[in-house]
């Protein structure tokens, strides 16, 4: 009996202690399949991606843990995903530092420009207590707004947004929290990506059509 209540204490001691521990979110591998269309859309465009905006300390939702804090950065994995993505997607891309004036478009030779704006960040963990263990979930969301300018100023903006829950079973401390902010990380960011790219092309699309339907 006396060994069950030892395990019991010592486990919640593992539970209360309290920490700050550093995450990085790796980048995710998003498959060209994963688009709504495999087709490089054609045409040379500057990419103007916001970043800075997405660095959270990650803190619990509730009394466990709660003296435990991860700081955790999203924003590499964020650029190096929409770069790729962005690339395979498109025919030509350059990524640029800023927004670019229409008169800066023509003068490089651009058809058009597209913004990503990094919006809100959601992330918060929480324990799932067992008998000797328990389970740390999260749950991150991303929002942001993608834009499409051409040569006529702004064509066209709308949202994106990633949203995942991660999961780490049968954990035996708050530290544990790392690899399930990984998972949820790593979907969001993921899911966020995809949905710009999508309402990147659709947009580029809509706005060659009002251009030739102008022209004609």
């Not at 903006?157 to 991660?166: L, N, T």
């Given at each position: 009996?006396?060994?069950?209540?030892?395990?019991?204490g010592a486990g919640a001691m593992l539970f209360a202690a309290a920490c700050t521990s550093n995450v990085t979110v790796s980048a995710p591998n998003?498959?060209?399949t994963q688009f709504a269309s495999q087709t490089k859309?054609?045409?040379?465009?500057?990419?103007?991606?916001?970043t800075g905006g997405w660095n959270k300390e990650i803190k619990t939702t509730g009394w466990t843990c709660n003296a435990w804090s991860f700081p955790t950065n999203f924003d590499g994995a964020y650029v190096s995903a929409a770069q790729s993505a962005f690339s395979q997607s498109f025919q030509n891309v350059k990524f640029v530092p800023a927004v670019l004036p229409p008169e800066e478009l023509r003068k490089q030779n651009f058809d058009a420009q597209i913004i990503v704006y990094q919006g809100n960040m959601g992330a918060k963990f929480g324990v799932v207590q067992g008998l000797f263990t328990g389970a740390i979930t999260v749950d991150v969301?991303?929002?942001?707004?993608?834009?499409?300018?051409?040569?006529?100023g702004l064509a066209s903006?709308?949202?994106?947004?990633?949203?995942?829950?991660?999961v780490n079973d049968g954990v035996l401390g708050c530290d544990s929290a790392?690899?399930?902010?990984q998972q949820?990380?790593?979907?969001?960011?993921?899911?966020?990506?995809?949905?710009?790219?999508?309402?990147?092309?659709?947009?580029?699309?809509e706005m060659k059509t009002k251009?030739?339907?102008?022209s004609s």
């Open positions: 009996m006396r060994f069950w209540l030892r395990a019991l998003i498959s060209p859309t054609p045409g040379n465009y500057a990419v103007y991606l916001q969301e991303v929002e942001g707004i993608v834009a499409v300018s051409g040569h006529g903006q709308g949202q994106a947004r990633g949203a995942a829950h991660g790392g690899p399930a902010i949820a990380g790593g979907k969001a960011i993921s899911d966020f990506v995809i949905e710009s790219v999508n309402a990147a092309k659709l947009n580029i699309l251009t030739a339907a102008a």
